[in-house]
């Protein structure tokens, strides 16, 4: 089976940038999407296609795939970032990442 | 407006039967992949199944043989039937509406309900 790894948690200070990983073997070779799901909420698709953006998702929401390593990277971290983020992707199943819970100092 | 809504949760014994179903709105069931993803308390999101847009159902290993999913047009919604409940199964389900670009497997899932709880215990 296809293992999708994420940190576990992630801090950020306020106005910095967080980066958030996902990692898989040859994952480059795969469409990442991520989504956000902010304390008793559902999830919300924040990135699709591993670098596009749906319409109401901030500029400051970018992402990137390349080798083993799919990348989140949220800009001028606000506190209303303060979720857990999930990666997923496709291989023979749908499958998720376990979430990283990302703080904002 | 997109907007998806599931209904049917609640608790159950283990071994039971129960039946989810989420109204759809803004868009037609059929035209759609559509979803269940489930989250067990305090734990990660676990995809469950799909139906796509010809028909075709997919299941997780671990609900594959005991869980069903349909589509019906009349009234716009998709159901989840479950069946031989375990404790394991107990979690908040979200339904889900995929979007493929390419018409293929690889779908994200771009608007979800708010979820229902179902409680397998005895």
């Known amino acids: 089976s296809y293992d999708l790894n994420q940190p576990v948690s992630l801090s950020v200070a306020l106005g910095q940038t967080a980066t958030i990983t996902c990692g898989g073997h040859?994952?480059?070779?795969?469409?990442v999407h991520w989504y956000q799901q902010r304390p008793g909420q559902a999830p919300v698709l924040v990135i699709y296609?591993?670098?596009n953006r749906p319409s109401g998702i901030p500029e400051r929401f970018s992402g990137s795939n390349s080798g083993n390593t799919a990348t989140l990277t949220i800009t001028t971290a606000q506190p209303g970032d303060e979720a857990v983020y999930y990666c997923q992707v496709w291989d023979s199943s749908t499958l998720f990442g376990g979430g990283t819970k990302l703080t904002v100092l | 407006e997109v907007q998806v809504v599931e209904s049917g949760g609640g608790k159950v014994q283990p071994g039971e039967s129960l039946g989810l179903s989420c109204s759809a709105s803004g868009f037609t069931v059929d035209r759609h992949y559509m979803a269940w993803v489930r989250q067990a308390p305090g734990k990660g999101l676990e995809w469950v199944s799909t139906?796509?847009?010809?028909?075709?159902?997919y299941f997780a290993e671990s609900v594959r043989g005991r869980f069903t999913i349909s589509r019906h047009t009349s009234d716009n919604t998709v159901s989840l039937h479950m069946s031989s409940l375990r404790s394991e199964d107990t979690a908040v389900y979200y339904c889900v509406r995929a979007i493929s670009d390419n018409n293929d497997y690889r779908y994200y899932f771009d608007s979800w309900g708010q979820g229902t709880l179902l409680t397998v215990s005895s």
């Open positions: 139906v796509y847009p010809g028909g075709d159902t």
């Open positions: 040859n994952i480059a070779t795969k469409f």
């Open positions: 296609r591993d670098n």
